[in-house]
T-cell receptor
Framework: NAGVMQNPRHLVRRRGQEARLRCSPM?????VYWYRQLPEEGLKFMVY????????ESGMPKERFSAEFPKEGPSILRIQQVVRGDSAAYFC????????????FGDGTRLSIL | GENVEQHPSTLSVQEGDSAVIKCTYS??????FPWYKQELGKRPQLIID?????GEKKDQRIAVTLNKTAKHFSLHITETQPEDSAVYFC?????????????FGKGTKLTVNP
């Protein structure tokens, strides 16, 4: 009964490189959400996806950031040309449906930019 | 847009005392309000949630109350234990303007002193 799986747990990149974060939702869940958390701060919504569709990307920067949830495989959050300010913990959550369906979180990916 | 205010930002209690955390929201259409507990370096864990059709929900030592008219909801922890020490986040599910997302408060760091 695996929960939400994220990898890698820790990722170190140099400025200008690309970061790819992966998220496999809980079994049976088809709704995926990505959040960013800075130290000592709350969770900020980035993007909401269903299989092959981006439903709401209002929290994701227009440049350098993209997300996908293909028909097969995990959801991917991609950050191109990373900068120091991208350093944060990135959490993925999944749910059975939208609205009042509980969201369950993965362990997160801690991204550090050198 | 939707805003969730959470107070206090830090809370220190003695073991066995009660702890209360309060949140207010601005989107009158919000109908789902979860609470998450996050220990240092760990994932946010859903501990209790409430939907707008009820005013109170209880699960052992944890209870949540909701006042839709005043747009505020509260988390109550009774008989606190040292293992309750963590950061607690409230959230409100927003559906304004076609957006579908959880908006989180900034968190309350709870310390239970033995």
């Amino acid at each position: 009964n695996a929960g939400v799986m994220q990898n890698p747990r820790h990722l170190v990149r140099r400025r200008g490189q690309e970061a790819r974060l992966r998220c496999s939702p809980m079994k049976g869940h088809s709704h995926v959400y990505w959040y960013r958390q800075l130290p000592e701060e709350g969770l900020k919504f980035m993007v909401y996806l269903q299989k092959e569709n981006i439903i709401d990307e209002s929290g994701m920067p227009k440049e350098r950031f993209s997300a996908e949830f293909p028909k097969e495989g995990p959801s991917i959050l991609r950050i191109q040309q990373v900068v120091r300010g991208d350093s944060a913990a990135y959490f993925c959550a999944s749910s059975l449906g939208t609205g009042d369906q509980p969201q369950h979180f993965g362990d997160g990916t801690r991204l550090s930019i050198l | 847009g939707e805003n969730v205010e959470q107070h206090p930002s830090t809370l220190s209690v003695q073991e066995g005392d009660s702890a209360v955390i309060k949140c207010t929201y601005s989107d009158s259409a919000s109908n789902y309000f979860p609470w998450y507990k996050q220990e240092l370096g760990k994932r946010p864990q859903l501990i209790i949630d409430i939907r707008s059709n009820v005013g109170e929900k209880k699960d052992q030592r944890i209870a949540v109350t909701l006042n839709k008219t005043a747009k505020h909801f509260s988390l109550h922890i009774t008989e606190t234990q040292p293992e309750d020490s963590a950061v607690y986040f409230c959230a409100s599910f927003q559906t304004q303007g076609g957006s579908e997302k959880l908006v989180f408060g900034k968190g309350t760091k709870l310390t239970v002193n033995p």
